[in-house]
């Protein structure tokens, strides 16, 4: 089984930064990774799209965090980042890794989501 492993969330004051990564687990059992990505749930709230980076280095991200966040990834190291500058109180929430993985042995790729990394945006 395949294990999204999310770590760099905290508690930071508005206009500061984080870097979230995520790990996608374990490295040998992984035959390809397609699209990753980063959503978040701000409490009370459905889970949002943050960003997206195909396998190629495409990405998208949502409006609100345009110009501030940006998504990469290691392809070699299995993983993806979210570099997230200037954060806002509106920030606050659970950000949770996605990935599309294809397992050595087996001929889909299904969805795998990590466990969620909580970031507060706070003075």
């Known amino acids: 089984q395949v294990q999204l492993v999310e770590s760099g969330g905290g508690l930071v004051q508005p206009g500061g930064s984080l870097r979230l990564s995520c790990a996608c687990a374990?490295?040998?059992?992984?035959?390809?990774?397609?699209?990753m990505g980063w959503y978040r749930q701000a409490p009370g709230k459905q889970r949002e799209l943050v960003a997206t980076?195909?396998?190629?280095?495409?990405?998208s991200s949502a409006d609100s965090v345009k110009g501030r966040f940006t998504i990469s990834r290691d392809n070699d190291k299995k993983m993806v980042f979210l570099q997230m500058n200037s954060l806002k109180p509106e920030d606050t929430g659970v950000y949770y890794c996605?990935?599309?993985?294809?397992?050595?042995?087996?001929?889909?790729?299904?969805?795998?989501w990590g466990q969620g990394t909580q970031v507060i945006v706070s003075s």
């Open positions: 996605n990935a599309a993985v294809r397992r050595w042995g087996v001929t889909n790729a299904a969805n795998y």
């Open positions: 374990p490295s040998g059992s992984i035959a390809s990774i397609g699209a």
């Open positions: 980076i195909t396998s190629g280095g495409s990405t």
